[in-house]
């Protein structure tokens, strides 16, 4: 039994827990319970490689001494002395006016006064030896982005909650800043990434020696969110656009599970500058810059789909019966509608053509002719059914719905119902009309398809801080089509003919490896007196049995002809023809099934060629062993042999 009435403290005896320890009436002796920030999950690509983690990094502190009987002055220029020392050793000082230095020393000198930015390992390892006495290296938890800008738009970023405390310590301050998300995912999914805080608490005497030190609590990291994106698919996404284009977007869709696998808009922006503050300097500088890198194409801008749209419109007709696949429809260079000349793109009448070689050819004034034919409510519901005109529904923030325009959108903001010639334009992806590259991508899913829409999902998995998975995607329906299918083969035909027939306006978008359905498109685009152009290269492969859905979109410089076969199909063929062995196994057609022939009926080995179908040899059950059978099982033995602890998950069949 302990009779010092001092406490293990003024005994001499070291506390063997901050409970323990006595707060004498010296003004230097403290207990201090401080809050340890947990560090955020990670978001991770489908196979887990971390697009978003945390690492330690370090700060330059004053620790200040616990002096005895000094005035303010002296420890202000304690403290500047220091500081003057930090000069030229770190990037980043943080400037302290004189009264917060004293401030300090008043309140919180037990306590370490961050006055640099933060330093990697190595930067501290290299500067460790550098610092005098009263300069001491911090251990922070910091966000790191290892893929700097990739996929920056849909990641996001996080930041400080706010600054430190001043004044008198409280119970449970934060060792250092506590961050959250700002943006993107790591805004969207903040409660989940957030960590659970641990605790730690100081124990100093009379003489402001510190007498112990314990982590009450661990901290537990946050939770992972695990996207359907796949790095390496991304990363060569975002480097076929900085070769391809100054501004643009290109993503890729699995046309049967609807996972959105890249999503990538240019130009991106170092997410990095961010942690863990950006400075006024430089966000103004990333606001102001005309190519706006803050703004992510792929899901936030919305632009007129022009010729991309087209299938839409040539399904709708084939459905509703307006034209099957050998109507011809005479199509010449130009139509007049009401008081209008509606031009072809070529300039040149085509003649009569089918569906077929009007996608091939990318033939407006077909499509004028047969939209008129058809009505816009036709081509239209099936484009809201597409997905047009709403949003994804997926995690993004900022996601345009497009516009699918009505007859009461129309009277709103045109003073007309729909005309005609707000028909004819629309047929070719024009006029009220607009979509992201990410519903382009989507509708093409949908024709891919064939049924139905898939429902995008962005989010493969969220797991809590000790792993279990809380919600995982499954596979969705969106919209059903209401097509029938020898409509949609008709449609993939032709825009098959796009790529491959030598009148096709797709050819530099063709893949070595397998045969790819597309359609081009060009349009103009954002104030006219810019004069400015935008192209499209948008479908999916193979074009017999769809699994991926792509778009890739081109912004043109005022001045610049563009159209979608020249500047958005090779970026198309440059994104997938390198991944020419990961995709060839995937898209192959299952392997010929075994028929099972009597026994006797199968040619002999050496009579067997290649390419021969092979054939199952009946096994005689009489040879095999006998099958052992399985052993009753008491299910109140195995509850007590696995007790079940507190936290584990019970998996009832539901």
Partial sequence: MNTNPGGPAASGEAPKSADDGSILTRKDARTITLKIPAPRGQIVDRHGEPMVQNEVA????????????????????????????????????????????????????????????????????????????????????????????????????????GKLPTGPINFN??????????????????????????????????????LLEEQVKRPRPGGTVVTTLNLDWQRRAEKVLKAGCERGALVVIDVITGEVLVMASRPTFDLNKFIPGISTEDFKSLQEDPANP???????????????????????ALNAGVVNEYTKVYSPAAVTIGNH???????????DIDVKRALARSCNTWFYRVGIDTGPSVFLNLSRRLGMGEKTGLPLIGETSGLVPTNGWMLQNEKRRILDGDTANMSIGQGSLLASPLQVAQLMAGIGNGAALPKLSLISQVQDTRGRVMTAMIPERKNWLGVDELSVEIVRDGMKDVVSQGYGTGKSGALSYTQIAAKTGTAQWGPPRLNQRLAW????????????????????????????????????????????????????????????VPEGDAPPAEEIEEGDVLRAVPIDETDMDPIERALPIDEEEIQRALPIEEGDLIDDGL
């Fill in 58 to 161: 370090y700060q330059v502190s004053l620790q200040y001494e616990q002096f005895q009987d000094v005035d303010r002055e002296y420890v202000v220029n304690w403290a500047r002395t220091r500081m003057d020392k930090l000069e030229g050793l770190v990037d980043v000082i943080y400037q302290k006016s004189d009264d917060e230095l004293y401030d300090h020393y008043r309140h919180r000198r037990w306590l370490p006064l961050y006055v640099s930015g933060q330093l990697s390992v190595k930067q501290a390892k290299d500067l460790e030896s550098k610092l005098v006495s009263g300069l001491v290296l911090s251990p922070v938890y910091r966000r790191v982005y290892p893929e700097d800008g990739l996929a920056a738009h849909i990641l996001g970023y996080s930041g400080s909650v």
């Fill in 173 to 210: 301050e934060p060792l250092w800043e506590e961050s959250e998300g700002r943006a993107g995912l790591e805004k969207i999914f903040n409660r989940q990434l957030s960590g659970e805080d641990g605790m730690k608490r100081l124990l100093f005497d009379e003489n402001g020696n510190k």
């Fill in 294 to 316: 803050l703004f992510g194409r792929a899901f936030q801008s919305a632009y007129p789909p022009a010729s991309a749209y087209k299938p839409v419109v040539a399904l709708a």
């Fill in 341 to 351: 000349t509606f031009k072809n793109w070529s300039k040149v009448p085509e003649g």
């Fill in 537 to 596: 290269y948008a479908g999916f492969l193979p074009y017999d049995n769809p699994r991926y859905a792509f778009a890739a979109l081109y912004e043109g410089k005022p001045g610049e002809a563009v159209s979608g076969g020249r500047k958005a199909a090779p970026m198309i063929r440059n994104f997938f023809e390198p991944l020419k062995d990961d995709i060839k196994d995937i898209i192959a057609p299952p392997k010929k099934a075994l028929i099972v």
